[in-house]
């Protein structure tokens, strides 16, 4: 049996211009963090022959073509296994649809085992590239990249989307200080709301592709903003970085009306009463996970329990994508 493990991530600055319809024109950028919350996926050679998937779904079909699974029946395609025999499992310590990139770790997860499975190696710019061109080329979703390279990548990492799809990936230069400030005072809170990116992605996606002044001008701001909050970060300021989050926040909510609801806002504005500096929903918006900067943790996390919502208590990951068992 083979287990390959993806690290879920959040995003810290810049989210929204990985793309293909903004940054093949204006080139993106932004900071990810991986984070200790995984996708697991498993691989192994049953005794009989066909296609075994466990996941919310079971399935057992004969050829690639019968998969109900779309990044599964991508993935089996582009291995070219001549008589398939493989069982497929996924596990996940948080559940899709809640903003962490699961999409991405899944995909880096399964193509890494799969590839364990064949005896072959792949390298993280591989790993992340292959990923990318399953959801975004193959299965047409309106996805950025930054899932994919932040899982096959882990650590806290700079990303730049140039116009000619090629990304460059460097570490963010921050001190141990830093990182542990961010690691202590960055919270996250379930709002209990999940939701496909898609609709939401799929808006700002059409957006851009017209040229809509609007969302090119918002998402040139957010690109400033991810740049302001490496700067801020690299120079130790992590209250300026909590400010920038708030920043980003009131200009990704102008994105789509779908980014937020009453609830999120009356969240939202009980955390920046009660100890925030700034914060955002994290992902593509609409739920998931409120995601905090706090000047006082305790009386944050206090408030935001006694209004209902779930904390989930991270650190980060600087692994990435990994066979964890072979």
Same mark, same amino acid.
């Given at each position: 049996?083979?287990?390959?493990?993806?690290?879920?991530?959040?995003?810290?600055?810049?989210?929204?211009?990985?793309?293909?319809?903004?940054?093949?024109?204006?080139?993106?950028?932004?900071?990810?963090?991986?984070?200790?919350?995984? @996708?697991? @996926?498993?691989?192994?050679?049953?005794? *009989?022959?066909?296609?075994? #998937?466990?996941?919310?779904?079971?399935?057992?079909?004969?050829?690639?073509?019968?998969?109900?699974?779309?990044?599964?029946?991508?993935?089996?395609?582009?291995?070219?296994?001549? @008589?398939?025999?493989?069982?497929? /499992? *996924?596990?996940?310590?948080?559940?899709?649809?809640?903003? #962490?990139?699961?999409?991405?770790?899944?995909?880096?997860?399964?193509?890494?085992?799969?590839?364990?499975?064949?005896?072959?190696?792949?390298?993280?710019?591989?790993?992340?590239?292959?990923?990318?061109?399953?959801?975004?080329?193959?299965?047409?979703?309106?996805?950025?990249?930054?899932?994919?390279?932040?899982?096959?990548?882990?650590?806290?990492?700079?990303?730049?989307?140039?116009?000619?799809?090629?990304?460059?990936?460097?570490?963010?230069?921050?001190?141990?200080?830093?990182?542990?400030?961010?690691?202590?005072?960055?919270? #996250?809170?379930? /709002?209990?709301?999940?939701?496909?990116?898609?609709?939401?992605?799929?808006?700002?996606?059409?957006?851009?592709?017209?040229?809509?002044?609007?969302?090119?001008?918002?998402?040139?701001? @957010?690109?400033?903003?991810?740049?302001?909050?490496?700067?801020?970060?690299?120079?130790?300021?992590?209250?300026e970085f909590g400010a920038l989050m708030h920043e980003?926040?009131?200009?990704?909510?102008?994105?789509?009306?779908?980014?937020?609801?009453?609830?999120?806002?009356?969240?939202?504005?009980?955390?920046?009463?009660?100890?925030?500096?700034?914060?955002?929903?994290?992902?593509?918006?609409?739920?998931?996970?409120?995601?905090?900067?706090?000047?006082?943790?305790?009386?944050?996390?206090?408030?935001?329990?006694?209004?209902?919502?779930?904390?989930?208590?991270?650190?980060?990951?600087?692994?990435?994508?990994?066979?964890?068992?072979?």
């Open positions: 049996m083979i287990i390959a493990r993806s690290p879920l991530r959040v995003t810290l600055g810049g989210g929204g211009t990985d793309l293909p319809s903004y940054y093949r024109e204006h080139e993106g950028f932004l900071i990810a963090a991986a984070i200790d919350k995984y @996708v697991y @996926v498993t691989v192994m050679r049953p005794f *009989t022959p066909g296609i075994f #998937l466990k996941y919310s779904q079971l399935e057992n079909v004969p050829q690639p073509d019968d998969v109900k699974h779309p990044i599964v029946r991508e993935a089996l395609h582009i291995m070219k296994e001549p @008589v398939p025999q493989v069982e497929i /499992t *996924t596990l996940a310590d948080i559940p899709s649809g809640t903003g #962490l990139g699961s999409s991405g770790s899944f995909t880096t997860a399964l193509m890494k085992a799969l590839y364990m499975h064949h005896k072959k190696l792949i390298l993280p710019a591989e790993l992340a590239e292959l990923a990318c061109h399953i959801e975004i080329d193959r299965l047409k979703e309106p996805v950025g990249k930054q899932d994919q390279y932040i899982a096959a990548y882990g650590g806290i990492t700079c990303f730049t989307f140039c116009r000619d799809d090629k990304v460059q990936a460097r570490p963010l230069n921050i001190n141990s200080e830093t990182m542990f400030d961010l690691e202590d005072n960055l919270l #996250l809170f379930f /709002t209990g709301f999940s939701r496909s990116a898609g609709s939401i992605l799929k808006d700002q996606n059409t957006k851009t592709q017209q040229n809509n002044n609007d969302m090119i001008a918002n998402l040139n701001y @957010v690109k400033d903003l991810g740049l302001r909050s490496q700067k801020a970060l690299e120079a130790g300021n992590a209250r980003h926040w009131e200009h990704k909510k102008k994105r789509s009306g779908g980014m937020s609801n009453p609830k999120i806002d009356e969240w939202y504005e009980l955390g920046m009463t009660s100890g925030a500096v700034g914060g955002k929903l994290v992902g593509a918006g609409g739920g998931g996970f409120l995601m905090f900067y706090a000047e006082d943790r305790n009386k944050l996390k206090h408030a935001m329990v006694k209004a209902g919502l779930e904390e989930v208590r991270f650190r980060f990951d600087f692994e990435g994508t990994k066979i964890v068992l072979n």
